[in-house]
């Protein structure tokens, strides 16, 4: 069956240090990945999509790499500040169903950036 | 703010009972997502409208239906409502259903406690 796992429910780290996170996946073929942040009792919010054919995507200090092959995703927070305290989402496009691009999301990751 | 409005912010209501919950999506935008967050379950795909047509269909119940309407707004009727229907509903809205382009945009969700 398909399945989205992230590393863990929880990560705490210290201010300053970088953060990664992991997202894996089986029985998908993803086209697209993406990454949101959820703050509690708010929406998510999406920060960043890498497709199959990209190794490496950055914005800020957010680092996104995606390994068709391991079928994992790493998501880094570079420099990490409590206001990056949040929980992490990934999302899969399985690429399946004509016209629809639903997304699987996995269960999230809380992060907690302790000053 | 991602520009998706959802209504009402809380919802509290007895078991039996039906209730709507409104969407409207960014300006501009289509495509029409809902889902259901539990603390137990995490983000599940219900259904995804687009210009107006149904798209998509993840885990919805028979209970539970949709629409959208010709100026795009789309409400989630839930109905014979259980305990376990309790839980934040989460909209959200794409320009379109192109795969590279699916980013979607959330609501804040509707807090719906079943008593």
């Known amino acids: 069956s398909q399945k989205i796992e992230q590393n863990s429910e929880a990560l705490n780290i210290q201010e300053g240090k970088t953060a990664t996170l992991t997202c894996n996946y089986t029985?998908?073929?993803?086209?697209?990945l993406q990454w949101y942040r959820q703050d509690p009792g708010r929406g998510p919010v999406f920060l960043l999509l890498?497709?199959?054919?990209?190794k490496e995507k950055r914005k800020e200090r957010l680092k996104v790499t995606f390994d068709t092959t391991l079928k994992q995703s790493l998501f880094h927070i570079t420099a990490s500040q409590p206001a990056d305290s949040a929980t992490y989402l990934c999302a899969l496009d399985d690429g399946s169903g004509a016209g629809s691009y639903q997304l699987t999301f996995g269960k999230g990751t809380k992060l907690s950036v302790i000053p | 703010d991602s520009g998706v409005t959802q209504t009402p912010k809380h919802l509290i209501t007895a078991t039996g009972q039906r209730v709507t919950l409104r969407c409207s999506p960014r300006?501009?935008?289509?495509?029409v997502y809902w889902y259901q967050q539990s603390l137990d379950q995490g983000l599940q795909f219900l259904i995804q409208y687009y210009n107006g047509e149904e798209r998509a269909k993840g885990n919805i119940l028979e209970r539970f239906s949709a629409q959208q309407f010709p100026d795009l707004h789309s409400e989630l009727n839930l109905s014979s409502l259980e305990l376990g229907d309790s839980a934040l509903y989460f909209c959200?809205?794409?320009?379109?259903?192109?795969?590279?382009?699916?980013?979607?945009?959330f609501g804040a969700g509707t807090r719906l406690s079943v008593l």
């Open positions: 890498i497709r199959e054919n990209e």
């Open positions: 029985n998908y073929s993803p086209a697209y």
């Open positions: 959200a809205s794409s320009v379109d259903p192109d795969r590279a382009k699916n980013i979607q945009y």
């Open positions: 300006s501009g935008d289509l495509s």
